[in-house]
């Protein structure tokens, strides 16, 4: 048996190809902005994870530039060996001061910081619960671990007691869930999730992702959204998103995070984050911690995005955050509101099964603070008009 053959076998993908319904690796040729060009055409972009629009910022721009002077292009090894540059663990000390942990350990991904967790610290005697629409950097990593995974229904804490229940008391356990969920944008339930813990002896870890930057007094995240930073045991998050870098961070106790350190394979066994990256990530700190205004807009320009979709009738789901979902419930009508949409120059993502449960096939919306409100309601006159002709508004 070839093991090729099913390669040679597979034909969904050039299917839709040739149906002009494939929505996946579009080569955008312009900077990551409000604005992008897909095939020579400019587009409004409300597919991308740049919550606070630095990416195109001058001092972030400057930095990442200045880090390569000084530091060249690569790290040319492990954090472990000879990669570890003074500004990464610079930028470690500023982060988990910010985040208010002991300590911190920068990755060179956040898929990569999710396995480091999990193959560090999930062993033979220990548990893991996840919730069920974790991000599958997290699933993926309690499979390089050596725990047994459990699993509680989406942001159901009578279902995540009877999972627990179910636990032998000798083994440790780790509940690990998103803060805002990246698909639906809504955000745990911090506050019951901290009872739950502490009623059963287990550690909490948070994946902040999508809302370092965007929720709490401060822009730390979902722990301090809830004021609940001492009670949430490891603080997770990604540079890729409001960071507009590349990398991750993992922010807790200091004894925990120098164990991860020493056992999380994904650090150990790959190459440090590259300067530029390290610099880009350190001066969107800066901005995110003095720029409150740029915080505000986001959420100004979240209200009237999610305010304009609901008055034209679409389901936006339950959402809290500048991840805001338009439910359309089928996968052959997701994708072709989203090409619509691409011809009339609005850039969505669209989400099918198995990402989401059947039924909740969805386009994903993400605002920028960046936004201006004319390329909104160019973008919500451009979803009228698709809507209406694709009979999922009336
Ligand atoms: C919730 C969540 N965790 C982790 C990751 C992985 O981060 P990165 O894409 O920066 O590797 C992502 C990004 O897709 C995410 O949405």
């Known amino acids: 048996m070839d093991i090729f053959k099913k390669c040679y076998e597979f034909q969904e993908a050039e299917k839709a190809r040739q149906s002009g319904y494939y929505p996946y ?8 902005d409000t604005e992008i060009i ?26 990442a530039k200045e880090a390569v002077e000084v530091y060249g292009t690569g790290s040319c090894g492990s954090r472990f060996l000879n990669g570890t540059l003074d500004i990464h663990e610079e930028l470690e000390r500023e982060l988990a001061e910010f985040v208010g942990k002991e300590s911190a350990l920068v990755f060179s991904t956040g898929y990569q910081t999710n396995l480091g967790i999990m193959s560090a610290l999930l062993g033979r005697n220990d548990v893991v619960v996840l919730d069920k629409w974790d991000h599958a950097s997290i699933v993926d990593g309690t499979r390089l671990g050596m725990a047994e995974v459990k699993r509680f229904k989406h942001n159901d804490m009578d279902h995540l007691k009877k999972v627990l229940d179910q636990i ?7 509940i690990v869930v998103d803060g805002v969920f990246s698909m639906e944008g809504d955000i745990a339930n911090l506050p019951e999730l901290v009872k739950i813990k502490k009623e059963y002896g287990a550690r909490l870890m948070v994946d902040d992702a999508h809302s370092v930057g965007i929720l709490g007094e401060n822009g730390a995240g979902t722990a301090e959204h809830f004021g609940l930073t001492d009670e949430v045991d490891l603080i997770m998050c990604t540079f890729s998103k409001s960071f507009a870098s590349l990398g991750g961070f993992v922010a807790g106790e200091a004894k925990v995070i120098d164990y991860i350190k020493h056992f999380a394979r994904p650090m150990i066994f790959s190459a440090a984050l590259p300067p530029a990256q390290v610099a880009a990530a350190k001066a969107s700190l800066q901005i995110i911690k003095t720029d409150r205004k740029r915080r505000e807009n986001l959420w100004e320009n979240t209200r009237f995005w999610q305010e ?39 850039y969505t993502n669209p989400v099918i099964t198995p990402a989401v449960p059947p039924g909740r096939q969805l386009l994903r919306t993400s605002i920028m603070a960046t936004h201006t409100k004319e390329q909104l309601q160019r973008a919500l006159d451009a979803f009228e008009k698709a809507g209406k002709e694709l009979e999922v508004i009336k």
């Open 25 to 32: 690796f579009h080569p955008v040729s312009s900077a990551e």
């Open 38 to 63: 897909v095939d020579g055409k400019a587009l409004v972009m409300l597919g991308s994870n740049n919550y606070l629009g630095l990416t195109t910022h001058p001092e972030v721009k400057k930095a």
């Open 168 to 174: 032998p008391k000798d083994k440790g356990i780790l």
């Open 308 to 346: 304009g979709l609901k008055k034209l009738g679409f389901d936006i789901g339950e959402t809290q955050t500048p991840i805001v979902p338009v439910i359309i419930g089928d996968d052959m009508l997701t994708f072709a509101i989203w090409k619509k949409l691409m011809e009339y120059g609005v």
